[in-house]
């Protein structure tokens, strides 16, 4: 016989690029269903409510943390609104998935996590990266000791986004998306893959930013407003930019591995490449998120090797983490509805209540994330290298 359970009634709060994504990804889940949805005023919110299909939309998203339908909530609106929509959803009983960063200071994250634990809400950071079966495989490669001593971790995470003087993004204004830009908004990104993956914690950083473009052009109106969306000089105001567009940072880790992680947003032809390679004293393996389904194995004693998102050939505990088969490709999207899968089974489960240890990222997560991401701006800011502090 089919036991037909009630679906967990979802809210989503901001619907820019991430929030449909997070829309998509929920539509994938079984026992899950988006019920409603906020945006900065009614106008827009019925716009997208109608362009996505979510039979509510509020303009308040207070409103919607009211409906006691509404299990959990998904924050997906700019930096500075995430500690105050988080804190509010958790106050309202609300289980949370917040984008990163979880926070734009580390008093702010530390209260955010002292407060779930305190009202016994779950709660994850959309560290998503984690999520693609090769980089799942490869956290059980490393922890059966395939590579065995880590050696040296390096890599980047590289955009194009930004490449023009007059791209411009609301990530680019300080007082709206923090005190760092790359590093926060792709940096944490990479390191919470590298410490996910290789199981080791960075100890310490040296930090170098660069920021190409002081000045920038933003336009003077949203650009949909513009005719044909092609804007002439006079259409922009120059900006004074005070975050980084680039930044190499050296890495030591808890083991005594060294590293070194490059991030850049103004890089031509790289879309979105989050790229690393860990040298073992066995053998060595990367990835690159642009070319997901496949993993380079590098060895001394013989033939180099490519690993093919396959779950008959992945290590048996990262299968479950790959929807297809062999030869069918997964990427971006999938690695939402994997970690929503884990959220949302948390829940169904009542773990939650049990205060049983989660397997995504929690918002104890998104805190390092903070104090790395601290103590990358203070080494740039002093030129030395400077300890992470632990919670």
Known sequence: ?????????????????IGPAHIEALRRLPNVEVVALADIDQQTADQKADQLGVPRAYGDYTKLLKLDSIESVHICTPNFLHF?????????????????????????????????????????????????????????LIKAGKLRQIFAIHGSYLQDWLFYQNDYNWRLDSELGGSSRAVADIGSHWLDCIEFVSGLRVVEVCADFGTFYPIRK??????????????????????????????????????????????????????????????????????????PNQMWIGKRE??????????????????????????????????SKHLFREFYTYIANGSHAKKEKPLFPTFKDGLREIQLCDAILESYRTSTWVPVREA
């Open 1 to 17: 016989m089919i036991i037909i359970r009630n679906k967990i009634q979802v809210g989503i709060i901001g619907t820019g690029f």
């Open 218 to 291: 933003k336009p003077k109106k949203d650009i949909e407003t513009y005719s044909g969306k092609v804007l002439k000089l006079e259409d922009y105001e120059d900006i004074k930019i005070n975050t980084e567009d680039y930044a190499s940072v050296l890495l030591h880790f808890d083991n005594g591995a060294h590293g070194v992680m490059t991030i850049n947003q103004v890089a031509a032809g790289r879309k979105n490449r989050l790229f690393f390679e860990i040298d073992g004293s066995k053998e060595a393996i990367a990835w690159d998120s642009e070319i």
């Open 84 to 140: 105050p929509m988080v804190k509010k959803a958790i106050e309202a009983g609300k289980h949370v998935i917040c984008e990163k960063p979880l926070a734009i200071s580390f008093e702010e994250g530390k209260e955010l996590v002292e407060l779930a634990e305190k009202k016994g809400v779950a709660n994850a950071v959309h560290f998503n990266i984690r999520y693609y079966p090769l980089v799942q495989n490869l956290r059980q």
């Open 302 to 335: 013989s033939a180099n090797q490519i690993l093919m998102k396959d779950p008959s050939l992945m290590e048996e505990s990262a299968r479950v983490f790959s929807s297809f088969p062999g030869g069918h490709q997964e990427g971006f999207p999938d690695t």
